[in-house]
T-cell receptor, first 116, second 113 residues
Framework: GAGVSQSPSNKVTEKGKDVELRCDPI?????LYWYRQSLGQGLEFLIY????????KSGLPSDRFSAERTGGSVSTLTIQRTQQEDSAVYLC??????????????FGPGTRLTVT | AQSVAQPEDQVNVAEGNPLTVKCTYS??????LFWYVQYPNRGLQFLLK????DNLVKGSYGFEAEFNKSQTSFHLKKPSALVSDSALYFC???????????WGAGTKLIIKP
């Protein structure tokens, strides 16, 4: 079946502009995660959605970052007033309903954001 | 607090030799352990996981990992390395009471012909 998709694959924006990144998870997956990965580095957790529960926003680096998930499926990560330090690859992952943590996450190809 | 350590930033192996990528973890409860691989300019791909049962877990592309509870380790292994195995490898752990994965910093694996 289809995997996790993300769009756009690349985004170049000017400092101060707002950007929206989209994630379409695997059908039936109720858990959705956003991560940030700087060049050649590890993953930085941003936000987690599980079904209709309130999201865990503890990883969002500032109030310029927000995310929503509509209808329990597609998610949008919005970065307002982008800064150069926001440049990174933004990864989305989804997994089956979390019951005891045994399910692996499936990742999309990522969106490479460059702020000039 | 949960944590994962990948003590080697880079591992170099000659093609055809066995490879090991190390991972140690710290959790309070039962650990669920995962290995992912990231090829250049691509997203992360799931390789294998340990949930319960046999300590030796087999995964994709001929990789395997051994869960060692006493040493709190989950090292990734392959008997014979291929040049195409060159990539960035991430270990991750989740405590059975927590939905969030804790990620290691990654180990760059370079296989030389």
């Amino acid at each position: 079946g289809a995997g996790v998709s993300q769009s756009p694959s690349n985004k170049v924006t000017e400092k101060g502009k707002d950007v929206e990144l989209r994630c379409d998870p695997i059908s039936g997956h109720t858990a959705l995660y956003w991560y940030r990965q700087s060049l050649g580095q590890g993953l930085e957790f941003l936000i987690y959605f599980q079904g209709n529960s309130a999201p865990d926003k503890s990883g969002l680096p500032s109030d310029r970052f927000s995310a929503e998930r509509t209808g329990g499926s597609v998610s949008t990560l919005t970065i307002q007033r982008t800064q150069q330090e926001d440049s990174a690859v933004y990864l989305c992952a989804s997994s089956q309903i979390w019951t005891g943590g045994r399910y692996e996450q499936y990742f999309g190809p990522g969106t490479r954001l460059t702020v000039t | 607090a949960q944590s994962v350590a990948q003590p080697e930033d880079q591992v170099n192996v000659a093609e055809g030799n066995p490879l090991t990528v190390k991972c140690t973890y710290s959790v309070s409860g039962n650990p669920y352990l995962f290995w992912y691989v990231q090829y250049p300019n691509r997203g992360l791909q799931f390789l294998l996981k340990y949930i319960t049962g046999d300590n030796l877990v087999k995964g994709s592309y001929g990789f395997e990992a051994e869960f060692n509870k006493s040493q709190t380790s989950f090292h990734l292994k392959k008997p014979s390395a291929l040049v195409s195995d060159s990539a960035l490898y991430f270990c991750a752990v989740r405590e059975d009471s927590n939905y969030q994965l804790i990620w290691g910093a990654g180990t760059k694996l370079i296989i030389k012909p």
